[in-house]
Structures are given as structure tokens and as C-alpha cells.
């Protein structure tokens, strides 16, 4: 199977197989799935070609359970790792310095992610590239409870891990899809963007509608501050008594 490469060579799933095989596709799942340095590794893509390369009994000869099962361990594995470091570092990985292959944003994502999903983003993060990277190390900074963080572990291993493999084995199948098999990764990496590109369009729309309502806010609040309302303090140099010393002498 030829495949249009999607950057460098040693990015593109089909090469990757090819010259890695099984141990080659384990070891990416576990460095993309919580080491900082597997960020850029071709996750989603990979799963795919493998699960298509399974059912076409190309390069991978091995049933597609086992290939499975052992993508779902590496998974899980990799969030543990990343977890176990996240505890480890702690808070200080938010002051580490910016370099070639470690960028502050990057945390920050995986922090926002983590913050707005609570546990269930280890599931949902598995399916949106870097964030899935950076996620269980923040949820080990964050001191999330184990069992909590291996259930959700789990669960994201699974469906993720076995499922896009499944899928890959699945469509493999049809000619058309084995035919056009390079139009297909490349729609499996806009179909993995796209929830980040979403988050920012919704982020960046809820600013916009926030700015104009904070300012009329402000000039209510200097308008309200100006007037004499019912609870209004006296003026000075009177008091509550005064009025009632006034009537007093009147009637004198």
C-alpha cells in the first residue's frame, strides 16, 4: 500500500509500520499517550493504517485481537506514565522554559482541557491530538485520585486504542476506501483538530460577547454609585435625630 506521506517520512504511519512494525506502533502509542516528547507523533493516523494494514494482511500478521489488545495496554501504560511524572514534577512543570520540543502552550491546553472536563477529559482527550499527550500529566500535577484516574484511563485506552484500530480494520475492506486510503488519513488528522479549532472559535466568541457586557456593568455600577437612593447615607453634618429635634421644638 502507498500512501501520500503527511510531513517528513518518519511521520507518515505507512512508513512507520513498515520499518517499526508492531513494537514500532506500541512504542508511539505509549510516548503520544504521556510523554512530553510524543506529542507530535502520528496517534489517530497510525491506529487507522494499522487496523487497515490487519484486515489487508499487509506488513502485520498478527489477528487483529491481539493487535488490539496490546495497542489498548501501550495506551494505558503511556497515561500512566505521564501521570507518575505529572505527580513527580508537580506544579513546577508550569514554570519550565520553552524548547525545541517542549512549549508552555501546549501545558496550558492540557490544563484548560483538564480544568473544563474533569476526570472524563482522559477519555475525551485521547481522541484530540497534544491535548491527549499533556492531559494525565496534568491530571498528576493536579493530584487526581488513582482509582478515579485509572478507570477513566481504562475506558479512554479502550475505546480510543481498539476502537480507531477497529475502525481501520473495518473500512480496510472496502476497495474504495483502500484506493483512496491517503485522502482518508488526511481527513482522520482535520477530523482530529477539529475540537480544538471548535474550543478556540467558542473561546474566542465567548470573549467578544463578555467585553461589551463587563462595560455596561462598569457604567451602571458608576451611575448607581452617583445616586441618592433610598439607603443613601444622610447628608453631613446631620443625623437620624435631627429631624426629630426639629418637630420637638416646633410643638414647643
Given at each position: 500500500m502507498t500512501v501520500l506521506a503527511l510531513g517528513p517520512s518518519w511521520l507518515d504511519p505507512d512508513y512507520l509500520i513498515q520499518t517499526f512494525g508492531l513494537i514500532g506502533i506500541l512504542v508511539i502509542v505509549f510516548a503520544e499517550s504521556g510523554l512530553l516528547i510524543g506529542f507530535f507523533l502520528p496517534g489517530d493516523s497510525l491506529l487507522f493504517t494499522a487496523g487497515l494494514l490487519v484486515a489487508t494482511d499487509q506488513y502485520l500478521h498478527?489477528?487483529?485481537?491481539?493487535?488490539?489488545?496490546?495497542?489498548?495496554?501501550?495506551?494505558?501504560?503511556?497515561?500512566?506514565?505521564?501521570?507518575?511524572?505529572?505527580?513527580?514534577?508537580?506544579?513546577?512543570?508550569?514554570r519550565r522554559p520553552d524548547s525545541r520540543l517542549f512549549k508552555q502552550e501546549n501545558v496550558e491546553k492540557g490544563h484548560e482541557f483538564f480544568e473544563k472536563y474533569g476526570p472524563k477529559s482522559l477519555v475525551l482527550a485521547r481522541f484530540v491530538p497534544i491535548v491527549r499527550t499533556f492531559t494525565p500529566i496534568i491530571a498528576g500535577v493536579s493530584r487526581m485520585r488513582y482509582r478515579s484516574f485509572l478507570i477513566f484511563n481504562v475506558v479512554g485506552g479502550v475505546?480510543?486504542?481498539?476502537?480507531?484500530?477497529?475502525?481501520?480494520?473495518?473500512?480496510?475492506?472496502?476497495?474504495?476506501?483502500?484506493?483512496?486510503?491517503?485522502l482518508i488519513l488526511i481527513a482522520i488528522v482535520v477530523l482530529s483538530v477539529m475540537p480544538i479549532v471548535i474550543e478556540y472559535l467558542r473561546a474566542r466568541k465567548k470573549n467578544k460577547k463578555a467585553q461589551p457586557e463587563a462595560a455596561r456593568s462598569a457604567g451602571a455600577d458608576e451611575t448607581s454609585g452617583g445616586a441618592d437612593g433610598p439607603g443613601a447615607a444622610p447628608p453631613a453634618g446631620t443625623s437620624p435625630e435631627s429631624g426629630g429635634g426639629r418637630r420637638r421644638h416646633a410643638r414647643r
Open positions: 498478527y489477528p487483529l485481537w491481539l493487535v488490539c489488545t496490546l495497542i489498548v495496554i501501550a495506551a494505558v501504560l503511556g497515561d500512566q506514565a505521564g501521570y507518575l511524572f505529572g505527580r513527580k514534577v508537580g506544579p513546577s512543570l508550569f475505546l480510543w486504542g481498539a476502537g480507531v484500530t477497529l475502525l481501520g480494520a473495518l473500512l480496510g475492506q472496502i476497495a474504495a476506501v483502500r484506493e483512496h486510503i491517503e
